[in-house]
């Protein structure tokens, strides 16, 4: 997993309620176990005026300039609801969202984010506001930094200091590791336990 740095990224508001996995990416749109090639059916019901054709749906904000280079993602209560499908965060992850800001996420999609480098940062509506009304001046220009080692974002003269994030979702996110990396980095404690294990109980 690579890892989370320091950044400034324009801003794509998609302020809609309960935007759910399958609108993330519809079912139809999962024809692998890959993380690779996910990217095209990200949103397609919305993003495209026929499926089939893939031809653009213009008023979808994420086929907008500049929002169609958007590396923040600020929506509604409740993102990522609905299903556990993992392939949601991985056609965000490839389409280039980094980070995604609501007001609440669904459980599973918010740690399936910690797992895939993507940072799911939540903050009240009121902060969000402000965050799309300082964006919508000048999106290309005004864009959004995000410190996550000091738990800050940054826009013109603001800023919101200690956005909340457990310290091991925090730690995993700035160091690139998942959990799997994270066991192989206590490898040689588990070779000495299963060396221990074996010497007294030989018969396993």
């Not at 935007?19 to 993380?35: F, L, N, Y």
């Given at each position: 997993?690579?890892?989370?740095?320091?950044?400034?990224?324009i801003?794509?508001?998609?302020?809609r309620?309960?935007i759910d996995t399958?609108a993330?990416i519809?079912?139809?749109?999962m024809?692998?176990?890959?993380?690779?090639?996910?990217?095209d059916?990200?949103?397609?019901d919305?993003?495209?005026?026929s499926?089939?054709?893939?031809?653009?749906n213009?008023?979808?904000?994420l086929?907008?300039s500049?929002?169609?280079?958007?590396?923040?993602l600020?929506?509604?209560?409740?993102?990522?609801?609905?299903s556990?499908?993992?392939h949601a965060v991985w056609?965000?992850?490839?389409?280039?969202i980094k980070?995604?800001?609501?007001?609440s996420?669904?459980?599973?999609?918010?740690?399936?984010?910690?797992?895939?480098?993507l940072?799911?940062?939540?903050?009240g509506e009121?902060k969000?506001?402000?965050?799309?009304?300082f964006?919508?001046?000048?999106?290309?220009k005004?864009q959004l930094a995000?410190d996550?080692?000091?738990?800050?974002?940054?826009?013109?003269?603001?800023t919101?200091e200690?956005?909340?994030?457990e310290?091991k979702?925090?730690?995993s996110l700035?160091?690139?590791?998942?959990q799997?990396?994270?066991?192989?980095?206590?490898?040689?404690?588990?070779?000495?336990f299963?060396k221990?294990h074996?010497?007294?109980?030989?018969?396993?």
């Amino acid at each position: 997993m690579k890892p989370f740095e320091t950044f400034s990224g324009i801003v794509a508001p998609l302020i809609r309620m309960n935007i759910d996995t399958d609108a993330i990416i519809p079912s139809r749109e999962m024809k692998s176990v890959s993380k690779k090639g996910l990217a095209d059916g990200l949103f397609s019901d919305w993003r495209y005026e026929s499926v089939e054709s893939r031809k653009e749906n213009k008023d979808f904000i994420l086929n907008q300039s500049p929002f169609n280079e958007a590396a923040i993602l600020l929506s509604g209560k409740n993102f990522g609801c609905g299903s556990s499908r993992e392939h949601a965060v991985w056609a965000l992850s490839e389409w280039g969202i980094k980070v995604i800001i609501a007001p609440s996420f669904g459980s599973i999609f918010y740690n399936n984010c910690i797992k895939n480098g993507l940072l799911p940062i939540t903050l009240g509506e009121n902060k969000i506001d402000l965050i799309e009304n300082f964006v919508s001046i000048d999106p290309l220009k005004n864009q959004l930094a995000v410190d996550l080692a000091n738990k800050v974002l940054s826009f013109g003269k603001k800023t919101i200091e200690d956005f909340p994030i457990e310290t091991k979702d925090q730690e995993s996110l700035i160091n690139g590791l998942d959990q799997i990396e994270q066991t192989l980095e206590k490898i040689s404690l588990v070779n000495d336990f299963e060396k221990f294990h074996k010497t007294k109980n030989p018969w396993l």
